[in-house]
């Protein structure tokens, strides 16, 4: 009679060993491709890589230089852009330039700003944030200062300022929008330093002689890894917004290099959007896709890493949970009858 509990212990025992046995990561990818918007916020963003590095194929492609200006057949015999047909995908904007074709090369300095500028801001962020949650004391509060200084700095100020006395460049986008963009996770990271720092293993690790670089580098910065994934991945849709916007004021490249931002800019002079909707609606709709894939993406991998904001619980955690509720179930009936038998 106590064979059927034996089998299912053993059973639950197996799945939960299952469970064990896979490492936080593999729980984490499995949660993420459970998350279909943050699978198609996945697909949507390799895409648009994708399509930033093989721009010079989509150019081959179409027979189009991004700086061509195809005054011919670009320009309708009013001299105004012709919308999209099938030599330009996408149409033309003002100048005759294949709309496609630039829209392919700006993604290529949006996503390296994006990707560069937010590199930056998280290492300098994270280095700012575990000094000043660790060290605490006077050390905390100078660097707090310095936080609040940067915060209270206007952007754009700051931004004109810079490039009237340097020029515009890609360089001095990627350095501004670092500088700006650093002090939000510095705070992020000393929050959680200093709820990490009072934890037991670091006071073991104290109490057996470690040094403070030792444990910040062995023991707090791993537990820091999920968060600053989750706000690197938040942080990129920021930055390409930025240098939308720098390109927009003429602060980031010079023409006739291609970035969303300055194909927005083209589109408003004298209202040229108001007959050649496409050139301003193209761009902004890959601004608005390309911001919202990476803010989708970083919720999802926010609650792929941190197993308590998932909404409903995993499929391993309701197949152990099943086991158990049949395991007493089992023993349950398996009693009853041992007890009617005496």
Known sequence: ???????????TAGTEAAVRARSSLALAVARLRRDKVAVVSLVVVVLIVLTAVFAPVVAAITGHDPNFQYRDDGLSPDGLPVGPNGEFWLGTDRLGRDVLVRLAYGARVSLVVGLLASACAVAIGVLVGTVSGYLRGRTDLVLNWVIDLILSIPFLLFAISLVSLVGPSLKISVLVIACFTWGPIARVVRGQVLSIREREFIEAARSLGGTRRRIIVRDVLPNLVAPIIVYATLLIPSAIVFEATLSFLG???????ATWGNMLAEASQNALYTVAWWIVVFPSLALLATTLAFNLLGDGLRDALDPGASRRPGRLARTVRRGRKRA?????AAAARDGEAH
């Open 328 to 332: 007493e179930r089992a023993r349950a």
């Open 251 to 257: 602060l980031s490249v010079t023409p006739p290099t």
């Open 1 to 11: 009679m106590t064979q059927p509990v034996l089998s299912e212990e053993l059973a």
